[in-house]
């Protein structure tokens, strides 16, 4: 039962033009989403989160959008660099149940084109 | 200067043997966690762990077990390997709190023959 679903295992993108990385799920409980960055044999590190009650929040170039009544969001990169090629794991979690209960996303594989 | 370390990076051992995967984190972190991620790249808890309370994921067989000496440390014990355990295992660290990022080390590649 797979509640996050990052369906695009992979996506290419031009150096300086946006990139998007997209995530459904399905759990109605889940009201708190982050996205992970992973480089090859490296750990997941944390990028940026949304709890339900906002819409959206941004931090630098990275900005990720919650549409809770579609289940969806979204990770905006812009613009895009070399550097930002990687594995990128969506994960979400219910606000009070931590990371415990935190459910990722297979990832995307983001690849910047120079 | 790294935050949380995990070693062997590599691991590969026949069936039916046990081992151990060693991990310390340097942040003060309250809470560490080790996370199985299989060959189809999901990336699922084992356990949780702070100084008062274990959490195991019920799906986790009986054969892994966490062990903390300290705060700082969490090594994950295998036993009786089998081929299904063939993973990438990571472990992490963060505060106590419900939304506090996980801190990730760079993995141990467990391969079972």
């Known amino acids: 039962d797979q509640q996050v679903k990052q369906n695009s295992p992979s996506l290419s993108v031009q150096e300086g033009r946006i990139s998007i990385l997209n995530c459904d799920y399905t759990?109605?409980?889940?009201?708190?989403f982050l996205w992970y960055k992973k480089y090859p044999a490296e750990g997941p590190t944390f990028l940026i989160s949304?709890?339900?009650?906002?819409d959206k929040n941004e931090d630098g170039r990275f900005t990720v959008f919650l549409n809770k009544s579609a289940k969806h969001l979204s990770l905006h990169i812009v613009p895009s660099q070399p550097g930002d090629s990687a594995v990128y794991f969506c994960?979400?979690?219910?606000?009070?149940?931590?990371?415990?209960?935190?459910?990722f996303g297979t990832g995307t594989r983001l690849t910047i084109i120079p | 200067d790294t935050a949380v370390s995990q070693t062997p990076k590599y691991l590969v051992t026949q069936m039916g043997n046990d081992k151990s995967i060693k991990c310390e984190q340097n942040?003060?972190?309250?809470?560490m966690y080790w996370y199985k991620q299989d060959s189809k790249k999901f990336l699922k808890i084992m356990f949780s762990?702070?100084?008062?309370?274990?959490?195991i994921n019920e799906t986790v067989p009986n054969r892994f077990s966490p062990k903390s000496p300290d705060k700082a440390h969490l090594n994950l014990h295998i036993n009786s390997l089998e081929l299904g355990d063939s993973a990438v295992y990571f472990c992490?660290?963060?505060?106590?709190?419900?939304?506090?990022?996980?801190?990730f080390g760079n993995g141990t590649r467990l391969t079972v023959t």
């Open positions: 992490a660290s963060s505060q106590l709190g419900p939304n506090s990022p996980l801190h």
């Open positions: 759990n109605s409980m889940f009201d708190y």
């Open positions: 949304i709890s339900s009650i906002k």
């Open positions: 994960a979400a979690t219910g606000e009070g149940f931590g990371n415990e209960k935190l459910t």
């Open positions: 942040l003060g972190h309250d809470t």
């Open positions: 762990y702070n100084n008062k309370e274990l959490i």
